[in-house]
Every structure is written in structure tokens, then in C-alpha cells.
């Protein structure tokens, strides 16, 4: 005859999704109660996919119907709900290098062992497929909400460029944009308590609707060194100050490019500027990039630096410490 804690030792052999263990041993599954043939759990489903949660119901059912005494299997799913932070990547103008940045802070962060989704919020122009090797990926639904594309970087991730064909033009007006990034947001997200964000550039309707709807718990903002980008991305801080949304600090993109040939280094866009920005506005200095064609060539090879080693790394995993210090100093 079967007992409990025989059934608790066979479901103690599946292996937590998570790493943690067995089912038992990681408190994934309460002990089971067994008697006259029927075998009743509680199976704690917390941060899980839709799909891992089918993947390991399965187990459980498997492992349960291969003792003979058993006849009736009882699973009751529970859950906690996830408490999950959007940081928003955000810059006053395009071209100044706020994708590439989401995109390699993400995977920072995930390498640093955080639970992280990357979320392309530009509707009409969405450039993480091609960053983050995804393209012609396409998500799937359950329960009507998406369940992200899984990438070899180990960031889950969700882009219009993933639900519309490759070319396509997005011509919607603002509402339709809000309801899209609603969707991307709301996704069934599993583990990931962290979002990063990557905005459209400027301060549109986009902008407006994922403040009002889903405040983020802190943005970044991305600027080259010149004037003109400094004096555009004062404005994404100010529509970012005026929604009460902490301002986490200024990254400094194309500082600096340094001559593969004599070494020599040259500052076509400026050096300093962002950094003397976020000094004179009371934020926070976050770290500069340098225009490296290394960066260009990775990104449109969808592979991000920041999945390697090497100097431009290093200044991608330095933002990703300073971002991670900030989130402690908040609670987590």
C-alpha cells in the first residue's frame, strides 16, 4: 500500500522549474494527503508561465498514476501574485541609442541572475526583434494574454515586431497604440518581476498612456552628449517629473570613438554633456557608452554586447549594477 510520504518522496524526484529542488523540498507542493485511493495537493504555481505550469501538472499527474493504488488524482493550483516593476527606457529624440541600451540592459541584468522581461513599447517602429535575435518569432495566447518569445539570452520578451509581418506599417492612432502596449504589458510574464521598456522617443501618446496606466517604477533616460539631444531629453525628464515617475539617472550614448587604426580618440558628438546634465538637475550620472562600430555590427546581428566580455561589456554591466543598486535602495 502507498502512503503519503511515499507519494511525497516520488513527487520530490521532479524537479523544480525554477531550480529550486524538488517539488517537496522547494515548497512547490505541499504534502500530499492520501487515502481510500485518492491522492489531493496543492501545488503553488508562483511565477510560472502558462506553459510551465501545463508542463509540470503533467509530471505530477504522470508520477501519480504510475503508483497502483492510486486512483484519483486531486491538484489544486495556487498562486502569489508576482510584484513586477517596469523601468522605463525613455529619450527626448530617436537615433540616440535607447534600444540598444534596453536591449543590453536586460540581458545585464538577467546574466547578473535577475528574473527580467524586455518589452518593445514602440509601437511603430519596434527594433528588439533584430536586436535581440528574435525576428520572425511569434507568441503565443492562453487564457487571452500573450505568453512572451523566449530568446538565447535568457530575457523573455514582447514587440509589435513579433505580432505584425516583417515591413509592415503600424498605422493606428493613439488609442489602438495604448491598447497594444496593454497587452505587452499585461503578458503572462511567469517569474519576471522586472521589466525594462523601451519607449518610442519623445513624449507621445505611447508615453502618456503607459504612465497612466502602468506607472513604472523608475525611468532611464538616454542621451548623446550634444545640445540638442540634452535639450530634447530635459523634456522626457520633465513629462516623466510631471507624472511623478523617479528619474533613476542619465546615460551618456556616442561618447567618445576611439580610432581603430592610431588609437587616437575624438569626440564627434561631444563628451560630458549628459553627465553636466544630470548634475545640474539633481539626477543621477548612470554611466556612458562610446561610439564603437563593435556595438553597431553586434546589434544588427543580434547578438548584444552585453551577452560577452570586453570593455563595452563592462560599461553596459556598470549601468546594470547602478540600476540594480537603485531598485535595493527602493525595496528589492
Request: glycine letters at 12%; charged letters at 20%.
Amino acid at each position: 500500500m502507498s502512503d503519503a510520504d511515499t507519494l511525497a518522496a516520488l513527487l520530490d524526484t521532479i524537479a523544480d522549474p525554477h531550480g529550486r529542488g524538488g517539488l517537496i523540498a522547494s515548497g512547490r507542493v505541499s504534502a500530499p494527503r492520501f487515502s481510500e485511493g485518492k491522492v489531493s495537493l496543492i501545488l503553488d504555481v508562483t511565477g510560472l508561465s502558462g506553459a510551465e505550469r501545463d508542463a509540470l501538472d503533467k509530471a505530477v499527474h504522470a508520477a501519480l498514476e504510475s503508483v497502483p493504488d492510486v486512483t484519483d488524482i486531486r491538484i489544486a493550483m495556487t498562486s502569489e501574485k508576482v510584484g513586477r516593476r517596469l523601468i522605463a527606457i525613455g529619450s527626448g529624440k530617436g537615433g540616440v541609442g535607447k534600444s540598444t541600451l534596453a536591449a543590453n540592459l536586460a540581458v545585464a541584468l538577467a546574466r547578473m541572475g535577475r528574473e527580467v522581461g524586455l518589452i518593445d513599447a514602440d509601437i511603430y517602429g519596434p527594433s528588439q526583434p533584430r536586436l535581440m535575435d528574435s525576428e520572425g518569432a511569434r507568441p503565443t495566447a492562453k487564457d487571452q494574454k500573450l505568453e512572451p518569445v523566449q530568446t538565447r539570452f535568457g530575457v523573455p520578451m514582447l514587440s509589435m515586431g513579433h505580432l505584425v509581418k516583417p515591413g509592415q506599417a503600424v498605422a493606428w492612432r493613439g488609442p489602438m497604440a495604448g491598447n497594444a502596449l496593454g497587452q505587452l504589458i499585461d503578458a503572462d510574464w511567469g517569474a519576471c518581476d522586472l521589466l525594462i521598456v523601451d519607449l518610442p522617443p519623445g513624449t507621445g501618446d505611447v508615453q502618456l498612456s503607459m504612465i497612466q496606466k502602468h506607472k513604472p517604477a523608475g525611468a532611464i533616460i538616454v542621451s548623446t552628449p550634444q545640445d540638442l539631444a540634452l535639450i530634447d531629453a530635459a523634456r522626457a525628464i520633465d513629462l516623466f517629473n510631471q507624472s511623478t515617475v523617479p528619474i533613476i539617472g542619465l546615460v551618456e550614448n556616442m561618447a567618445g570613438y576611439q580610432c581603430p587604426k592610431c588609437g587616437e580618440i575624438s569626440d564627434p558628438f561631444g563628451h560630458g554633456g549628459a553627465e553636466a546634465a544630470a548634475v545640474q538637475m539633481g539626477h543621477e550620472f548612470l554611466g556612458r557608452i562610446p561610439l564603437d562600430i563593435a556595438i553597431r555590427t553586434a546589434s544588427d546581428a543580434g547578438d548584444p554586447p552585453a551577452a560577452g566580455d570586453g570593455p563595452v561589456a563592462a560599461g553596459f554591466n556598470a549601468i546594470a549594477q547602478r540600476l540594480i543598486a537603485w531598485l535595493d535602495k527602493q525595496g528589492g
